[in-house]
């Protein structure tokens, strides 16, 4: 159990365009969701987190309002990312936990390019 | 505050040697997690292992084996009998409540394993 999907796995849009990435827990009810941004050769980032029904708790540093985040669900969180630049390219990474548990599980990554 | 240092930013190892990547963490927290996570060229995080605070006991799994030292702070990872689908970037990751829980990760140790 606790397999976390994203959808989708890669994609490509036009500088100044939006677009938003899923994060789902296929098997189990999130507690709290985790969005992460990695660059080349470098470590994950903390973008943001966020809880079922309230509204996400961003990183300093990270643009709230360009980074869109929404958690419909215990199980469907999104991220958007609007007005998007050459430099919002990167690899964004969600995680779920479980309640108590401590742990996160992580989806396999979405590569966003942007032209 | 709640920090993790993985000092080795590259090894090259020929395959069959034993590499040891290392991983030192700083948290006033009594009780905390640590984790090894394996990020092979797909971007997908691969968990490796959890371990908790108050268990001190080394772990071994195949060929990977974990020491666990509260003493020196590390929580050491070895790889034994290298081979070259173990070239991967490992982080090291902690987690606390003086933190939450979000995890802090290392910078990664980028493992090349050469045939």
């Known amino acids: 159990g606790a397999v976390v999907s994203q959808h989708p796995s890669w994609v490509i849009c036009k500088s100044g365009t939006s677009v938003k990435i899923e994060c789902r827990s296929l098997?189990?009810?999130?507690?709290?969701m985790f969005w992460y941004r990695q660059f080349p050769k470098q470590s994950l980032m903390l973008m943001a987190t966020s809880n079922e029904g309230s509204k996400a708790t961003y990183e300093q540093g990270v643009e709230k309002d360009k980074f869109l985040i929404n958690h419909a669900s215990l199980t469907l969180s999104t991220l958007t990312v609007t007005s998007a630049h050459p430099e919002d390219s990167s690899f964004y990474i969600c995680s779920a936990d479980r309640y108590q548990e401590y742990e996160q599980y992580f989806g396999p990554g979405t590569r966003l390019t942007v032209t | 505050a709640q920090k993790v240092t993985q000092a080795q930013t590259e090894i090259s190892v020929v395959e069959k040697e034993d590499v040891t990547l290392d991983c030192v963490y700083e948290t006033r927290d009594t009780t905390y997690y640590l984790f090894w996570y394996k990020q092979p060229p797909s971007g997908e995080l691969v968990f490796l292992i959890r371990r908790n605070s108050f268990d001190e006991q080394n772990e071994i799994s195949g060929r990977y084996s974990w020491n666990f030292q509260k003493s020196t702070s590390s929580f050491n990872f070895t790889i034994t009998a290298s081979q070259v689908v173990d070239s991967a970037v490992y982080f090291c990751?902690?987690?606390?409540?003086?933190?939450?829980?979000?995890?802090?990760f290392g910078t990664g140790t980028r493992l090349k394993v050469l045939a």
């Open positions: 098997d189990f009810q999130a507690t709290t």
């Open positions: 990751a902690l987690s606390g409540p003086s933190g939450t829980y979000k995890y802090i």
